[in-house]
Structures are given as structure tokens and as C-alpha cells.
């Protein structure tokens, strides 16, 4: 009798001892599946900030890739799709061959070449290029190379643009227009920002088979400062 007494007892303590056990394996799952719920949240969260940041990236690439500087060229009158001032204008950016477009004279392709060799060398400031347009006659040459390089040691060109509008052959060798740059150039010394509309009346004379600048005479000029 007391031998079954106590393997009574025994089995008792066991099964107290193994509901117990239960319990601190029951809890401790427990506390691991929460663990690795509050895990996958988290990886979650960090691949949606990952693939948000992937979106914004891909969306700015593709507006840089779209983006590409204006180049425009207005034809003369008379063509199709033509505004009806008859001006023709280049804007910033890298030169841009120029198809003939006023009628009757060939030649405005070669003078917008010319123009944009001006623009290219401005922006470059390179004198070689720069005074490669103009006529080896041009009225004090010398001294409008020591002004050039002057102004560009004072500024830097941020943009430049031009029109050549009223373009007249005068005969086989010359033709004259008016050509209005619009500059705008910060000062390096003061970081000033300004921007010019400077207007010329231009004679181009044919040399050894190329347009030169012959002859320059400026036309109303305005400038404004700009705020940075």
C-alpha cells in the first residue's frame, strides 16, 4: 500500500513537473513567434523605404535623361511653320548647324555658323576662335582683342543668346544685319549677376571664300542686375 502511495506521489510530481515544462515551452514560443512577427514587420519596413528610394531615384534619372537644352531656330517669312517678324534666333546651348532660311539669301547658314563660332568662343574664352570671325580689316582689331579678354577676366558668361533679324545682301561679297546678343554673366570678383541686351548693326563681307565680321556699330543697349 505504501509502495502504490508513493508511485502515486511520483507520477503526481511528474505530471506537475511536465505541465510546468508545457507552460515555459508554450511561453517561450510564444515570445519567439512574436519576435519573428516584429522581424518580418521590420523587413518589411525597410524594403518599402528601399524600393520607394529605388522609385525616386529611377524617376529623377529619367526626368535628367528626358531633359535636353532648347535649341531654337525661327525661319523667315515665307516658309512653313514661319513666325511673321522674320527674326531668326539661337539660343544657349552647344552650336547647332542652321539650315538657310531667308529667302533669297543663301548665305544666312554660313552667318549663324559664324555667330555661333562667336557664341562657342565666348563661352570658351578662347581669343584664337573669337577672333577667327572677324575680317583680318576689321576696324582696330588689336584693340577689340584687348577688350575682349578684359571683360573675361572680369565675368563669366552664364548664357548666351542671339537674334539676326533686317538681313540685306548688298551685293555678292557683303551683307548686313542687325544682330542682338542677350548676355547674362556674373562678375567673379563680386559674384553680381547681369544680364545685357546689347544690339548691333553688323556688315559681313565674303573673304577667301568664308563670312567675316567687316564692320560693328552698336544700337540701343540695355542692362539690368540681377539679385542672385
Do not use: C
Not at 544685319?177 to 546689347?198: F, Q
Request: glycine share 4%.
Amino acid at each position: 500500500m505504501d509502495s502504490f502511495e508513493q508511485t502515486k506521489e511520483s507520477v503526481e510530481t511528474a505530471r506537475a513537473a511536465l505541465k510546468g515544462e508545457t507552460r515555459e515551452v508554450v511561453r517561450v514560443s510564444q515570445h519567439l513567434n512574436d519576435n519573428l512577427v516584429e522581424a518580418v514587420r521590420r523587413i518589411w519596413r525597410q524594403l518599402l523605404f528601399i524600393w520607394v528610394v529605388v522609385i525616386v531615384l529611377a524617376v529623377s534619372y529619367l526626368v535628367i535623361l528626358g531633359y535636353t537644352p532648347i535649341v531654337t531656330n525661327l525661319a523667315y517669312k515665307g516658309h512653313p511653320a514661319q513666325p511673321e517678324s522674320g527674326v531668326q534666333t539661337e539660343t544657349g546651348g552647344p552650336p547647332q548647324a542652321a539650315r538657310p532660311p531667308i529667302p533669297g539669301i543663301p548665305e544666312s547658314g554660313s552667318l549663324l555658323k559664324l555667330l555661333n563660332q562667336l557664341r562657342d568662343a565666348q563661352y570658351k574664352k578662347d581669343i584664337q576662335l573669337f577672333l577667327e570671325a572677324y575680317s583680318p580689316s576689321f576696324p582696330d582689331l588689336g584693340q577689340k582683342r584687348e577688350q575682349t579678354l578684359k571683360i573675361w577676366r572680369r565675368f563669366d558668361y552664364l548664357d548666351l543668346q542671339f537674334q539676326i533679324a533686317d538681313v540685306q545682301k548688298k551685293n555678292a561679297t557683303t551683307i548686313a544685319g542687325v544682330v542682338t546678343w542677350n548676355i547674362k554673366t556674373r562678375e567673379r570678383k563680386t559674384n553680381d549677376i547681369k544680364t545685357v541686351s546689347k544690339a548691333y548693326h553688323v556688315s559681313f563681307s565674303k573673304e577667301s571664300g568664308a563670312w567675316l565680321i567687316q564692320a560693328i556699330d552698336p544700337l540701343d543697349n540695355k542692362e539690368t542686375k540681377n539679385p542672385e
